[in-house]
DNA sequence: TCCTAACAGTTAGGCTGCCTAAATATCAAG
DNA sequence: CTTGATATTTAGGCAGCCTAACTGTTAGGA
């Protein structure tokens, strides 16, 4: 009952998955490394882009628990890339909000990532930028199913 | 000269990419939160399994410098999952061999983490499984090309 | 009105995993 | 037998995440 062949091809398929994994983990190392902007930081600004995001939301939102977010935002904060003020609706709440410096430091970091991304993926053929394309749905799927 | 489509498409895709690069880091957590063995020591075990790996030969394929494998290996020995010998051919080297426990340690992690991720993929359709098949090759040619 | 439970965030302390630099030991070549 | 390269360990440090404990605010009764 362990044979099962469907079962078998799924173990396979997750075992060349889970590789996959450890090698995003490893590329996304790489990308981090070369920044002055770390991909943490990155996920903090980028939600305090637009209008201004609670604290709360943040660290729900990158998957982490609040105090992880507080420090990303207070080295933020020091960078000069957010500001923190007070939610006016409900003064338990902080709402964080990019600074000019922020927006651009984030434009910068994203077209810096991408560019070295696309280099990458430029030298690839079609083909192949087909396959990941049309893989990167699914990986969406499977990060939301993961969720929580 | 900003705007040619070809590279437009790239760096959109690019940026995909990039958001799935970061959800698997999440997944990875995620899968590492719910297991004795981490990732990394995970790694260095598996190495270890086939009669032993030289210290400098795990850090290289994993990725990391040396120092970083020496801390996953004593880790693993104080485990009793590794033991460190000398290399008979070259006193400088250690010759890291997973014992028993160690190997089915491995099997054990294997076995639990790649069921997590079947019970993932088994909830996807067929079509989406194979876009997820298609794309795993060309992870890996994207893995190799960013090495080093 | 006042008390209390729930909630938002920060602070404190701790862990893992990675890194660089420096120390130790061995090898290999001249 | 010296010297430079190589293999590993040790020491010290940093980022990012976590839990537990603390502060302040809000909201729902009694």
Redesign the pocket.
Known sequence: MNTNPADDALLALAQSFREALRQSVYVM?RL?SEEQL????L?VLKMALDGGA????I?RN??????????????LEGAGLVK?EA?P???????VAATAAGRAAVEKADRRRNEFIAGILGALSQSERDAVQAALPVFDKINHSVQY
Chains 1, 2 share one sequence.
């Open positions: 190392r981090d770390s991909s943490a930081q996920g609670r604290v709360g939301g660290a990158l998957g982490v628990k609040v105090p992880s977010a507080t420090e990303q935002i207070i080295k923190r939610d609706d409900d003064s338990r709440a902080v709402r």
